[in-house]
């Protein structure tokens, strides 16, 4: 089982990069997805979320209104659009999974891809 995040890159402030995330092993089909995020010399933090039929997301406040978050079952995967990106959006990017509802916990996610780095430049 495994889940394996792609996208990442440098880019300049007000940039957009798409993150995908695609998983292997399994049908995540009825799981929760989320994005999380670890600045440099920081704490994993959420970024967000989106229910098992792809119908409800959610946002941390840092990205809401930047980040859309959207999946297709059928490929099993997931993206993170990420526009009007920010120096402090730098870090590096985790897809998760989860057998439950969308959460913003990170301790409550079974599966995690290996990280993408995203680096914006002022």
């Known amino acids: 089982v495994q889940l394996q995040a792609s996208g990442g890159g440098s880019v300049q402030a007000g940039g957009s990069l798409r993150l995908s995330c695609t998983g292997s092993g399994r049908t995540f089909s009825s799981y929760s997805m989320g994005w999380f995020r670890q600045p440099p010399g920081k704490e994993r933090e959420f970024v967000a979320a989106i229910n098992w039929s792809g119908t409800n997301a959610l946002y941390s406040d840092s990205v809401k209104g930047r980040f859309t978050i959207s999946r297709v079952k059928a490929t099993n995967t997931m993206d993170l659009q990420m526009d009007s990106l920010k120096p402090e959006d730098t870090a590096v990017y985790y897809c998760?999974?989860?057998?439950?509802?969308?959460?913003?916990?990170?301790?409550?996610?079974?599966?995690w891809g290996q990280g993408t780095q995203v680096t914006v430049s002022s």
């Open positions: 998760a999974a989860r057998n439950g509802a969308r959460a913003s916990d990170p301790r409550g996610y079974d599966y």
